[in-house]
T-cell receptor
């Protein structure tokens, strides 16, 4: 299967701990996105990479959040000092970079974060 | 007020019914419109992708976009129990260069045999 892969699928941690999620995009896709989805809501944009460059960040991405995409391949999203409000599904999507940047995005199955 | 409004339902229909799902939006700069299907504990799966106004058909699915009314629809013909899922509309501002998706809340659909 050459779709978007996310690990782990589920992460349970205590408040105050740090967590890191990984996303492996579709191999030929140069654009990578992170979204957050809470129960009963649609996904909300967090950040965007073109190759290894992080070009856009949402105001939702507080200082406790950091994302990287070394070498323009896989990406990691780290949350430091987790809080109850961080409990959500974290989704990764990838797409090809077109002239207007609006190629369809394909999603992974997400990492579900539960804060105890 | 949210940029994209979607009736959360839930919507329950019998097998074989025609389903109509709708979204309204306020940002006139939205130019790309998508429908995603999301099963429980899975990521969104792209169903339809359209640009500007008009209709697009793919099998049992038809997407309609009316930019003058800021209204989009997804029709499902001959609905099946396997269509039971949450349906999300999503849009892209044509003025951005990076394709950020703005989603509706999602409509929960159940098709019962």
């Amino acid at each position: 299967d050459t779709g978007v892969s996310q690990n782990p699928r589920h992460k349970i941690t205590k408040r105050g701990q740090n967590v890191t999620f990984r996303c492996d995009p579709i191999s030929e896709h140069n654009r990578l996105y992170w979204y957050r989805q809470t129960l009963g809501q649609g996904p909300e944009f967090l950040t965007y990479f073109q190759n290894e460059a992080q070009l856009e960040k949402s105001r939702l991405l507080s200082d406790r959040f950091s994302a990287e995409r070394p070498k323009g391949s896989f990406s990691t999203l780290e949350i430091q000092r987790t809080e109850q409000g961080d409990s959500a599904m974290y989704l990764c999507a990838s797409s090809l970079g077109g002239g207007n940047g609006n190629q369809p995005q394909h999603f992974g199955d997400g990492t579900r974060l539960s804060i105890l | 007020q949210k940029e994209v409004e979607q009736d959360p339902g839930p919507l329950s229909v019998p097998e074989g019914a025609i389903v109509s799902l709708n979204c309204t939006y306020s940002n006139s700069a939205f130019q790309y419109f998508m429908w995603y299907r999301q099963y429980s504990r899975k990521g969104p799966e792209l169903l339809m992708y359209t640009y500007s106004s008009g209709n697009k058909e793919d099998g049992r699915f038809t997407a309609q976009v009316d930019k003058s009314s800021k209204y989009i629809s997804l029709f499902i013909r001959d609905s099946q129990p396997s269509d039971s899922a949450t349906y999300l509309c999503a849009m892209i501002d044509g003025g951005t260069s990076y394709g950020k998706l703005t989603f509706g809340q999602g409509t929960i659909l159940t098709v019962h045999p």
